[in-house]
């Protein structure tokens, strides 16, 4: 922060702006976020109110949500800086846009503030209106202000001095008008394309290769057009997935803040703006769409489906006993249909009941990790989830007899007409038994350790002993194929 804007006119009164001034994000989008996952069908009302005017919707939705003030993304550099002025003595006022209610919830939980300014039901106290309300209060260049956006310049207009904080290219226009400072906001820690990145986790496209399974096991996989196939088809999942990602991350994004790591999400940290992940979601869904009506109507219409099935999740199924994990199982299990969807291919029964018990394994591993890391010091579990301390045996041994239940399929499998088919030497296949029953045992014992990463897919497709006996079994499948 610079030298430059400590104790300047330290006599005046301090006005601060709250939404992205004060903190890093906007009060009234955390509040639509919050509603969205409480009550979803709420937001069919918003024209409605906002047809009423913008301060009487913002009242109507403080009516149903409150967000959490301590759990804020606050601008470190800007609080302290507050802190310090107020040692000085001096009188900090909060003047923002935001309701009241949210208002009055951010100034007790600071206690810095010796005023507030805010909306109520009739007003909205942005820009020009804020302007004349601060100086009726304190008179004409009678206080200071600090704000972040073009919707401050009438106040900073008004001001005896104006102080700028974050990056938005109309705010920093106004640095060089006199009697403007700036308020440095740090250094991003990562580039903009790799905080996207994160947001929509591409990592996690790593399960979409899900989709290829049907073509490798029909032995299609050097044909061209299923190689496109297969490739629009990945690119349609991930861009879908990642659609899903920004959404459940904007729906919980008050519950993400509660959590250890999560909380570092760029949505809930503040980094990544909720406008910003709404339209990036909405692009990746259409981009999604376009890809998918080039394929086959089956495979867009099971995308459709798992789009249903994920948003569901998201907003209802992960918080259902024993539902969320039948639903991952399934989830997992859509991208290998979808697989066989995009190239025309027929799906065997055998395979689906594999791809059913292990990817339930998997999932009763993510949950057993989760719930695991929620215990507080008298074993009691904090997770807005159906689940108690006393279950997490019970998802242990469900997880591992699903392990073992998809490896009795997959030596059933193994002796059916898609396999010996295609396949001059099938029973070679029976090596690979040992390699699932291998990751299953191995992914449990580091579950049970605490040393397991809490998305067991990823996790078996980054661990290099994971990928040993995944390129073993792809090997031995090649095997059996040329023999």
Same mark, same amino acid.
């Given at each position: %922060?610079?030298?430059?804007?400590?104790?300047?006119? +330290?006599?005046?009164?301090?006005?601060?702006?709250?939404?992205?001034?004060?903190?890093?994000?906007? %009060?009234?989008?955390?509040?639509?976020?919050?509603?969205?996952?409480? %009550?979803?069908? !709420?937001?069919?009302?918003?024209?409605?109110?906002?047809?009423?005017?913008?301060?009487?919707?913002?009242?109507?939705?403080?009516?149903?949500?409150?967000?959490?003030?301590?759990?804020?993304?606050? #601008?470190?550099?800007?609080?302290?800086?507050?802190?310090?002025?107020?040692? #000085?003595?001096?009188?900090?006022? @909060?003047?923002?846009?935001?309701?009241?209610?949210?208002?009055?919830?951010?100034?007790?939980?600071?206690?810095?503030?010796?005023?507030?300014? +805010?909306?109520?039901?009739?007003?909205?106290?942005?820009?020009?209106?804020?302007?004349?309300?601060?100086?009726?209060?304190?008179?004409?260049?009678?206080?200071?202000?600090?704000?972040?956006?073009?919707?401050?310049?009438?106040?900073?207009?008004?001001?005896?001095?104006?102080?700028? !904080?974050?990056?938005?290219?109309?705010?920093?226009?106004?640095?060089?008008?006199?009697?403007?400072?700036?308020?440095?906001?740090?250094?991003?820690?990562?580039?903009?394309?790799? @905080?996207?990145?994160?947001?929509?986790?591409?990592?996690?496209? $790593?399960?979409?290769?899900? *989709?290829?399974?049907?073509?490798? $096991?029909?032995?299609?996989?050097?044909?061209?057009?299923?190689?496109?196939?297969?490739? *629009? +088809?990945?690119?349609?999942?991930?861009?879908?997935?990642?659609?899903?990602?920004?959404?459940?991350?904007?729906?919980?994004?008050?519950?993400?803040?509660?959590?250890?790591?999560?909380?570092?999400?760029?949505?809930?940290?503040?980094?990544?703006?909720?406008?910003?992940?709404?339209?990036?979601?909405?692009?990746? *869904?259409?981009?999604?769409?376009?890809?998918?009506?080039?394929?086959?109507?089956?495979?867009?219409?099971?995308?459709?489906?798992?789009?249903?099935?994920?948003?569901?999740?998201? =907003?209802?199924?992960?918080?259902?006993?024993?539902?969320?994990? =039948?639903?991952?199982?399934?989830?997992?299990?859509?991208?290998?249909? +979808?697989?066989?969807?995009?190239?025309?291919?027929?799906?065997?029964?055998?395979?689906?009941?594999?791809?059913?018990?292990?990817?339930?394994? *998997?999932?009763?591993?993510?949950?057993?990790?989760? $719930?695991?890391?929620?215990?507080?010091?008298?074993?009691?579990?904090?997770?807005?989830?159906?689940?108690?301390?006393?279950?997490?045996?019970?998802?242990?041994?469900?997880?591992?007899?699903?392990?073992?239940?998809?490896?009795?399929?997959?030596?059933?499998?193994?002796?059916?007409?898609?396999?010996?088919?295609?396949?001059?030497?099938?029973?070679?296949?029976?090596?690979?038994?040992?390699?699932?029953?291998?990751?299953?045992?191995?992914?449990?014992?580091?579950?049970?350790?605490?040393?397991?990463?809490?998305?067991?897919?990823?996790? @078996?497709?980054?661990?290099?002993?994971?990928?040993? %006996?995944?390129?073993?079994?792809?090997?031995?499948?090649?095997?059996?194929?040329?023999?």
């Amino acid at each position: %922060m610079n030298d430059t804007i400590n104790s300047i006119d +330290a006599d005046l009164p301090l006005c601060v702006d709250l939404d992205g001034t004060l903190i890093r994000t906007d %009060m009234l989008f955390e509040a639509l976020c919050l509603l969205v996952r409480r %009550m979803p069908l !709420v937001i069919f009302l918003l024209p409605f109110w906002l047809y009423r005017g913008k301060a009487y919707m913002k009242a109507r939705i403080a009516e149903k949500v409150t967000p959490d003030a301590a759990l804020l993304p606050y #601008n470190k550099d800007v609080l302290d800086w507050l802190l310090r002025e107020k040692l #000085n003595g001096r009188s900090i006022i @909060l003047a923002t846009a935001s309701h009241q209610s949210y208002a009055q919830s951010v100034a007790q939980h600071l206690g810095l503030f010796d005023g507030v300014e +805010a909306s109520d039901d009739s007003t909205n106290l942005r820009s020009q209106t804020k302007a004349d309300r601060l100086t009726h209060e304190f008179g004409e260049y009678g206080f200071d202000y600090v704000g972040n956006s073009r919707a401050d310049y009438s106040v900073w207009e008004k001001a005896r001095n104006a102080y700028v !904080v974050g990056d938005e290219p109309a705010a920093q226009k106004y640095l060089t008008r006199l009697n403007a400072y700036r308020i440095e906001k740090p250094a991003p820690v990562v580039p903009r394309w790799k @905080l996207w990145f994160k947001a929509i986790r591409v990592h996690q496209w $790593l399960k979409n290769t899900l *989709l290829f399974v049907p073509s490798i $096991l029909a032995s299609r996989y050097f044909e061209l057009d299923t190689l496109v196939n297969l490739g *629009l +088809a990945f690119i349609a999942f991930s861009f879908c997935a990642s659609s899903v990602y920004l959404t459940n991350d904007l729906v919980d994004i008050e519950v993400d803040r509660k959590h250890p790591t999560k909380r570092n999400r760029p949505i809930a940290s503040g980094q990544l703006s909720v406008p910003d992940a709404v339209l990036g979601a909405l692009a990746l *869904l259409c981009c999604s769409t376009w890809i998918a009506l080039l394929l086959p109507m089956q495979f867009s219409l099971i995308l459709l489906l798992y789009f249903v099935i994920t948003c569901g999740y998201s =907003l209802i199924l992960k918080r259902l006993l024993l539902i969320d994990v =039948l639903t991952l199982a399934g989830l997992f299990t859509i991208r290998v249909l +979808a697989g066989a969807a995009a190239v025309g291919g027929e799906l065997s029964t055998w395979l689906l009941a594999f791809c059913m018990f292990f990817f339930l394994s *998997l999932a009763l591993v993510k949950r057993f990790v989760e $719930l695991d890391g929620r215990q507080d010091e008298a074993g009691r579990l904090h997770t807005g989830r159906g689940y108690q301390s006393r279950d997490l045996e019970t998802l242990s041994q469900g997880g591992m007899a699903s392990g073992f239940a998809a490896v009795v399929v997959l030596a059933l499998f193994i002796d059916s007409p898609q396999i010996t088919e295609n396949y001059a030497r099938p029973e070679v296949i029976w090596l690979v038994c040992p390699l699932v029953l291998y990751l299953i045992f191995r992914i449990w014992i580091l579950a049970r350790r605490k040393e397991m990463n809490d998305d067991p897919v990823v996790f @078996l497709m980054t661990d290099w002993r994971s990928q040993i %006996m995944v390129a073993a079994g792809a090997t031995t499948m090649i095997i059996s194929q040329i023999m």
